[in-house]
């Protein structure tokens, strides 16, 4: 018995399902969950001592690679001043102008703890700037785990086979509408059919909690339009598209403009921190100018602010870096099409998914057709050669700058060996 098996039959004793987030459960693979030990550049490095080339990147934000030098330095230098201090300090105030500078739309920002705090927040704010209540979200877009958002939501939601969350009373769900994602009249019947009721459209840009499914040409612009003509907020999740897509994300790859946008951990290089941030006159309903109340003890950590500026700061002076992940994730599309033709890739930029299914995936129910028998047999093969995946069909494959042309190739050769699990 490995020391992961080990540890996680001490850890099922103490921890529900021997985890502390079903994202990293193996159960919908039939493993056990590898406990990591350590990671650096494009490896990850479990506690028996194996080997691995992650495809994971901590779910996203490692877009450097893990342990970059220069965010690890200024990491060690802020510690040595303390690691909380529950008050103002200068990074807080260059980490708002970055942002602001970087994302279009942007002209104030707060931080937060996490992605689900992020979006629970902006939901609040699009709810007390538009004295409205309802909010329409997209079947299978994953907007975090609090009660208004866990219907019909990706992620582990989607891969643990339950549609919605036992805890959440019907009340808090019952003004989240859901759309279909890339389906723009089924957006516009929810605001003819709910006037004047509709406080905002949150959708994540690039829905990459049911695989990675891009938005079709128009779909973007069609719900700027709409959130227009009917007075709504439009909230882009970029928890995962936020600095990696581009300098100023999914706003400046598409060319649309959010009202409100909401990140993840890639703001903190990977550490536990989140943000939100838009409009000025949005933004200033919030506490302690407005009426709309948000606190956080850690928000602004010292620590997370300082990895969170050495790794923006070299996002924003290298666009090379985005070239060299984009072309990779490219040439991961290209290579998987052509290695397994009977299966649909999708992607944009350094995200790809490749799902068992031969029918295009454009939405949720497209996604749900993935024959998830075989994407297991696929990731223990992958796995048992050193290729470190997220155990669901349902999630991204994230390229890095650390990641080489070597690393794709070995990868396109080991995916078009894996059995087929049937």
Known sequence: MGRSEALFQEAVQRMPGGVNSPVRAYQSVGLTPRFIARADAQQIFDVDGVAYTDYV?????????????????????????????????????????????????????????SGTEAVMSAVRAARGYTHRDKVIKFAGCYHGHSDAMLVKAGSGVMTAGVPDSAGVPAACAADTLTARYNHLEGVQQLFEQNKDQIAAVVIEPVAANMGVVEPQEGFLQGLRALCDQYGAVLIFDEVITGFRLAPGGAQEYYGVRADLVTFGKIIGAGMPVGAYGGRREIMQMIAPVGSVYQAGTLSGN??????????????????????RVNLLGARLRDGLRLALPECTVNGVGSLVCLFFTDQPVHDYESAKTSDTKRFAAYFKWMLAHGIYLAPSQFEAIFLSYAHTQADVDQFLSLAAQAPNGR
Do not use: D
């Open 57 to 113: 990147g901590s779910w996203g934000p490692m877009i450097l690679g893990h342990n970059h030098p220069t965010v690890r330095q200024a990491v060690m230098e802020a510690v040595q001043n303390g690691l909380s201090f529950g008050a103002a300090t200068e990074n807080e105030v260059k980490m708002a102008q970055l942002v602001c500078e970087m994302v279009p739309s942007v002209e104030m920002v707060r931080m937060v703890n």
């Open 302 to 323: 010292p620590v997370a602010m300082a990895a969170g500026l050495a790794q923006l700061g070299l996002l924003r002076e290298h666009p090379e870096i985005y070239q």
